[in-house]
């Protein structure tokens, strides 16, 4: 199949739809994006940004790769943080994990497929840094539930971390860094509890989210959306 037309079908009813409820909507939107929160999230096809938190377009800057990793010299993400900081002055910048990750679970389990494990390889940073905590862990599908949390936080520490942020914050600006995990098999979000808004903040909320997820049972937030 040459062209897909199925999916041009579907793209033209979608932007008919948003059209007929609001005529001016694209004409608005190509003007300029004005979102409020920057979503780094893992690339798999289950976990789509916008629609799990039905936001429209214009209202989400997306940075997603495997995982969900912040590395610190990643300049595809840097440049999205960059931009998303400085140019569109976010407001809230989310890390979401997701449990199920293929990704997470190939960095535990020390799979091979090639080229990926080198990118994995920051997971199992994160795998080895808490190896006694998984270790203590009844079963593999908890182990891997756990190293998805460990993962969130981790990559929130890295956000907080780079020159782009410090930077923002050591400015004064309006800033926060959250990390939330989701779950493919019931659609709901959940908050894990750290929220970081400024520089000096940074490390203890980090050591005490750390101290706190391990020391609660696998998919319990802190802060449950009931
Ligand atoms: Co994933």
Redesign the pocket.
Known sequence: MRVLNHLFEKNREWADGIKQQDPEFFTRLSRQQAPEYLWIG???SR?PANQIVDLMPGELFVHRN???VVVHTDFNCLSVLQFAVEKLKVKHIMVV??Y?????AAALKDEGFGLINNWLRHVQDVRDRYADALARLPNENDQIDRL?ELNVVEQVNHVCQNTIVRDAWARGQNLSVHGWIYDVGDGLLRDLGLCVTGNDERDSIYSSAVEELIARPVRTSRTRQS
Do not use: L, T
Request: aromatic share 0%; glycine share 26%.
């Open positions: 893992c690339a798999d976990v495997v995982a969900n994990g997701h199920g990750c293929g990704g997470v998805c």
